[in-house]
């Protein structure tokens, strides 16, 4: 190589290759989103007793709409209340969309935002400033769960055990299953009390 040509890297040929259509704007870092994103998650978590208000009344708005979405169907009506539900609950809480949301049992904190995706507690390897061992800058979302519980009403659902993470569910609406599910006990509630008197 000559002495005027400067070398040439991985990265000067990674840089040349990459795309040229990204559309970046210049006022919003991907870093300030993160951080934009993860302010509004803890924001959440602080407030977890309002927003166990909020959702028990939304929750009840929903069954009472049991007899429109069974009209209509549930599986023609899941992809908009999904498309819905992934933008309020991505916004809010940093949503996965696991599809069966836990968000009311762990403080407002969601589990899959998680490294290792642990739906049961921390792994153990919470360091001692509470932050998380694979990502030592993220507080741990079990440590923020616990905080978030301990504001809510029926907080002491967070020492109930989950079920692992069906993949199957995964993109589907949670507020569609638990409405379906609620109506369902209430229907064979009302069959088991008709059938008793």
């Known amino acids: 190589m000559s002495e005027n040509q400067p070398a040439v890297t991985q990265a000067t ?12 704007p210049a006022d919003v870092s991907p870093q300030r989103r993160v951080q934009r994103s993860y302010a509004i998650r803890l924001w959440s978590i ?13 929750a009840d708005t929903f069954l009472l709409l049991h007899p429109l979405w069974k009209g209509i169907g549930y599986a023609r009506v899941e992809a908009p209340v999904k498309f819905i539900e ?12 696991c599809g069966q949301c836990i968000l009311s049992s762990t403080g407002m904190s969601c589990p899959m935002n998680c490294p290792k995706q642990l739906r049961n507690g921390p792994c153990g390897g919470v360091r001692a400033n ?15 769960a616990w905080e978030g519980s301990r504001n ?20 589907t609406s949670a507020w569609l299953r638990v409405t379906a599910q609620a109506a369902m006990a209430k ?11």
């Open 187 to 197: 229907e064979q509630a009302k069959t088991t009390e008709g059938a008793s008197a």
């Open 13 to 24: 040929l990674v840089k040349k290759a990459a795309p040229k259509s990204d559309y970046k």
């Open 130 to 144: 509470g932050n998380c061992e694979v990502e030592p800058d993220m507080p741990c979302v079990w440590v923020k």
């Open 152 to 171: 809510m009403v029926a907080g002491d659902a967070i020492l109930n055990v989950q079920k692992p993470v069906d993949q199957s569910l995964r993109e």
């Open 46 to 58: 602080r407030h977890s007793r309002l927003l166990e208000w909020f959702y028990a009344r939304f």
């Open 86 to 97: 992934k933008r309020a609950k991505g916004f809010m809480f940093d949503c996965r969309m």
